[in-house]
C-alpha cells in the first residue's frame, strides 16, 4: 500500500492516546497525524489537515464520542469513524452506526483488531462491528456479511524474552498508567519491591523509559 492512511486518535485517556500511537506507528502503512483529548480539538485539528479514519472514544468531556460522530457524519462525510470503547451496552453499535460509524470495537478485546478494522475500512465501504472472534460487516446495500477474524502481520515483534507472570503484572499495570505506590497497593507488596521489579523490567526489555517499555508490551502483546 502505497498511501499512507492518516489517523487521528481522540481519547481523553492520554496513556490510552500514547499506546494506541505506539501500536499504529508499527504499521508502515498508517501514519498518525492528530492525537487529541476530545471532539472539540479534533474539529480545530482537521482545519489543517484531515484524518482518513477517526478513532474515537465515547465518553469524554466537552463533546464525546457520539457528538464527534454526529458532526463528523454531517460535516466531513468523507471521513470514516471507528469507534473504541468500553460501553458495550445494547444496541449501542447498532445505534452508532445508524449516526454515522463505521466501526464498534470493545477496549477489552484489546488493540489487536485495530489495525484489521483500518485496512478493512480503508479498502471497503463497509460498516461493521467485532463480537469476539468474528466481525459482522454491512454493506451499503444492507447486506451482510461474517468475516473471521485475522491478526495483522505489520508488526515486528521482539525477541520473546521470558517475563514471569509478576513482571507482567507489573508492566501492565503500568501501562495502565499506575504509579510504583498504585501497583504496590494492588499487589501487596512495597514500594521498594515494585521499584526494583521495574529496574528489572527495564534490563530484560532493554528499555530505559516508560515509553519504550509501554512500546514492548504493545509489539509483544503483554497488553
Given at each position: 500500500?502505497?498511501?499512507?492512511?492518516?489517523?487521528?486518535?481522540?481519547?481523553?485517556?492520554?496513556?490510552?492516546?500514547?499506546?494506541?500511537?505506539?501500536?499504529?506507528?508499527?504499521?508502515?502503512?498508517?501514519?498518525?497525524?492528530?492525537?487529541?483529548?476530545n471532539?472539540?480539538?479534533?474539529?480545530?485539528?482537521?482545519?489543517?489537515?484531515?484524518?482518513?479514519?477517526?478513532?474515537?472514544?465515547?465518553?469524554?468531556p466537552?463533546?464525546?464520542?457520539?457528538e464527534?460522530?454526529?458532526?463528523?457524519?454531517?460535516y466531513?462525510?468523507?471521513?470514516?469513524?471507528?469507534?473504541?470503547?468500553?460501553?458495550?451496552?445494547?444496541?449501542?453499535?447498532?445505534?452508532?452506526?445508524?449516526?454515522?460509524a463505521?466501526?464498534?470495537?470493545?477496549?477489552?478485546n484489546?488493540?489487536?483488531?485495530?489495525?484489521?478494522?483500518?485496512?478493512?475500512?480503508?479498502?471497503?465501504?463497509?460498516?461493521?462491528?467485532?463480537w469476539?472472534?468474528?466481525?459482522?460487516?454491512?454493506?451499503?446495500?444492507?447486506?451482510?456479511k461474517?468475516?473471521e477474524?485475522?491478526n495483522?502481520?505489520?508488526?515486528?515483534?521482539?525477541?520473546?524474552?521470558?517475563?514471569?507472570?509478576?513482571?507482567?503484572?507489573?508492566?501492565?499495570?503500568?501501562?495502565?498508567?499506575?504509579?510504583?505506590?498504585?501497583?504496590?497497593?494492588?499487589?501487596?507488596?512495597?514500594?521498594?519491591?515494585?521499584?526494583?521489579?521495574?529496574?528489572?523490567?527495564?534490563?530484560?526489555?532493554?528499555?530505559?523509559?516508560?515509553?519504550?517499555?509501554?512500546?514492548?508490551?504493545?509489539?509483544?502483546?503483554?497488553?
Amino acid at each position: 500500500m502505497k498511501q499512507k492512511i492518516k489517523i487521528a486518535v481522540v481519547d481523553d485517556n492520554e496513556m490510552t492516546r500514547q499506546i494506541l500511537t505506539a501500536y499504529l506507528k508499527r504499521h508502515k502503512a498508517i501514519d498518525v497525524i492528530i492525537a487529541c483529548s476530545n471532539g472539540n480539538e479534533l474539529i480545530e485539528a482537521i482545519q489543517k489537515e484531515k484524518p482518513d479514519i477517526v478513532i474515537s472514544d465515547l465518553i469524554m468531556p466537552i463533546m464525546d464520542g457520539v457528538e464527534t460522530t454526529e458532526h463528523l457524519s454531517k460535516y466531513h462525510p468523507e471521513i470514516k469513524i471507528l469507534i473504541f470503547t468500553v460501553d458495550n451496552s445494547d444496541g449501542l453499535a447498532n445505534d452508532l452506526i445508524e449516526k454515522g460509524a463505521n466501526v464498534f470495537l470493545l477496549k477489552n478485546n484489546g488493540i489487536d483488531q485495530i489495525a484489521d478494522a483500518i485496512y478493512t475500512l480503508f479498502k471497503y465501504e463497509y460498516h461493521f462491528a467485532f463480537w469476539g472472534s468474528k466481525k459482522v460487516a454491512f454493506e451499503k446495500n444492507g447486506s451482510q456479511k461474517i468475516f473471521e477474524e485475522h491478526n495483522s502481520t505489520n508488526l515486528i515483534l521482539e525477541e520473546d524474552v521470558l517475563l514471569n507472570d509478576q513482571e507482567k503484572t507489573i508492566l501492565k499495570y503500568l501501562c495502565e498508567g499506575l504509579s510504583s505506590k498504585h501497583i504496590g497497593e494492588k499487589m501487596h507488596l512495597s514500594y521498594r519491591t515494585i521499584q526494583n521489579k521495574r529496574v528489572k523490567l527495564h534490563k530484560k526489555t532493554n528499555t530505559d523509559n516508560l515509553a519504550k517499555l509501554i512500546d514492548y508490551a504493545i509489539k509483544n502483546k503483554i497488553i
